[in-house]
């Protein structure tokens, strides 16, 4: 059992920043890849970052060198921070990793919750 729980959503304003949460529970062995995707109301989902269990890390072109993807191994969390917000990135936010658990013997995906993101004046 295992769940991705999301938090540091909320209103700002364009040029404002914030970091999202994204914290693992359960019967956890070991996290690989790791990211996040967004999605507006009546729109598809949009892949945003993901980062590889080595650390390194990818970003969709209308975030790149804005927004960060971290991860802190020891409290199973991995982050996303956000700079210089515009109201294009209003939308949720979902967080998302491939989990080794102690119930399998293979990774899976597990999602967030979501966290909404409003970017406005």
């Known amino acids: 059992q295992v769940q991705l729980v999301e938090s540091g959503g909320g209103l700002v304003q364009p040029g404002g920043s914030l970091r999202l949460s994204c914290a693992a529970s359960?019967?956890?062995?070991?996290?690989?890849?790791v990211g996040w995707y967004r999605q507006e109301p009546g729109k598809q989902r949009e892949w945003v970052a993901f980062m590889k269990a080595d650390g390194s890390s990818t970003y969709a072109d209308p975030v790149k060198d804005r927004f960060t993807i971290a991860r802190d191994n020891s409290k199973n969390t991995v982050y996303l921070q956000m700079n210089s917000l515009t109201p294009e990135d209003t939308a949720v936010y979902y967080c998302?990793?491939?989990?080794?658990?102690?119930?399998?013997?293979?990774?899976?995906?597990?999602w967030g919750q979501g966290t909404q993101v409003t970017v406005s004046p």
């Open positions: 998302y990793a491939d989990v080794l658990s102690s119930s399998y013997v293979s990774y899976r995906t597990y």
């Open positions: 359960g019967r956890i062995v070991r996290i690989s890849d």
